[in-house]
C-alpha cells in the first residue's frame, strides 16, 4: 500500500507546483547552507538578508521577542549574530521565510494550518536537541533542524490543489480509523510525504532532508537515520501539545526506531520541557512577524 507510486506523486507535485507561491531567494541560499556550511556562506546570507529591510524588520523584531533575547534589546543583524549566534539566527530566518506558507484557513486534513506550522517548528526544535543527544554522531544539527521544520510540507502543496477529493481525507480518517497518509495513500494513492520528498530532491537539497522527509511515516524505509529523527521528533511535539508526559505517550511509538538511531526513551523524554518552552519563544516571535 505504501509503495512509492512515483508517476502519480510527479503529476500531483506538478499541478501543485504551479500554484506554489515562489521561497524568497534568501530561503533557497538558506537551504543551501546545508550543502556548504562555510563561515563565507553564512556571511552571504547575511547580505542578502540586509538588502531585504522587510525582512531585516521581520528578522529583528522576531529577535527582540522577550522570550528570545532575553533582557537587551537586539538592533542589528550583527548584535543578532553575537547574541544569538549564528545556527540560531539563521533558524528563525527559516522559520519567517517558510512559515507565509501555513497562512491558509482551511486545511484538508482538520489541522489548520497554523497549528500545522506550531507543530512543525516544535518539531524542528525536538529534532536538533535528539540530534545533538543521539549516540550516533552522523547528524547534523542543521540538516535535522530544515527537514523536520519542512517535513509537513507536503500537507501545504496538497492543499493547494482544492479538488473535491481532497475533502474525502478528512472522513475517511474518522470512518476508518486510518491516519493522514494512509488516507491520502486511499484517496491520492501517494501521501503527503512522498509529495513534500519529490519537491526537495527537485530543489536538490541533500538526500538525508528528501528521503527522511518522504519517509517520515514510514521510517524503516529511509537507511539515512533521519526519517527515524523527524518520526521521533513529531511525536515530541504531538505529545507537548496534547499535555501528554512521554512516560504515558511511549505506547504509541515504534519500539525499536530510538535505538536505532542511539537514543533512549529517557533522553527523549528530558527534551520536552526545554522544546516546549523554546517552541512557545518561536511562536511568540512569529506572531509579531
Ligand atoms: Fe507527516
Known amino acids: 500500500m505504501f509503495d512509492s507510486n512515483l508517476d502519480r506523486t510527479q503529476e500531483i507535485l506538478d499541478k501543485a507546483k504551479e500554484l506554489l507561491p ?24 547575511l ?19 522577550a522570550l528570545v533575547r532575553g533582557s537587551e534589546t537586539i538592533a542589528s543583524l550583527d548584535d543578532a549574530v553575537n547574541r544569538l549566534g549564528y545556527q540560531r539566527l539563521l533558524e528563525i530566518v527559516m522559520a519567517i521565510c517558510f512559515g507565509k506558507y501555513f497562512q491558509r484557513r482551511k486545511c484538508y486534513h482538520g489541522m489548520d494550518p497554523y497549528a500545522l506550522w506550531r507543530h512543525s517548528i516544535a518539531s524542528a526544535l525536538a529534532s536538533r536537541y535528539l540530534a545533538y543527544h543521539s549516540k550516533h554522531s552522523k547528524f547534523s544539527l542543521q540538516t535535522a533542524f ?33 491516519s493522514c497518509s494512509e488516507a491520502e495513500f486511499e484517496i491520492l494513492g501517494t501521501d503527503h510525504a512522498k509529495v513534500a520528498g519529490l519537491l526537495m530532491k527537485e530543489w536538490e537539497l541533500p538526500p538525508e532532508i528528501y528521503q527522511g522527509i518522504r519517509d517520515h511515516n514510514h521510517p524503516d524505509l529511509d537507511e539515512t537515520g533521519y526519517a527515524d529523527l523527524i518520526y521521533l521528533s513529531s ?41 516546549s518552552k523554546d517552541a512557545s519563544a518561536i511562536e511568540a516571535y512569529l506572531m509579531v512577524a
Open 22 to 45: 515562489p521561497a524568497p531567494p534568501v530561503a533557497f541560499k538558506l537551504l543551501s547552507l546545508l550543502r556548504d556550511p562555510s563561515a563565507q556562506a553564512n556571511d552571504e546570507v
Open 47 to 65: 547580505e542578502i538578508i540586509q538588502f531585504d529591510a522587510n525582512l531585516t524588520a521581520q528578522v529583528l523584531k522576531s529577535c527582540n521577542t
Open 146 to 178: 530544515t527537514a523536520t521544520l519542512l517535513h509537513d510540507f507536503g500537507k501545504i502543496i496538497l492543499n493547494l490543489l482544492d479538488t473535491p477529493e481532497l475533502d474525502l481525507i478528512r472522513p475517511l480518517m474518522i470512518e476508518k480509523g486510518l
Open 235 to 275: 511525536q515530541c511535539a504531538t505529545a507537548i501539545f496534547s499535555g501528554t508526559s512521554w512516560a504515558e505517550y511511549i505506547q504509541t511509538v515504534e519500539v525499536h526506531i530510538p535505538h536505532r538511531i542511539g537514543l533512549t526513551h529517557e533522553i527523549i523524554g528530558k527534551c520536552l520541557d526545554p522544546v
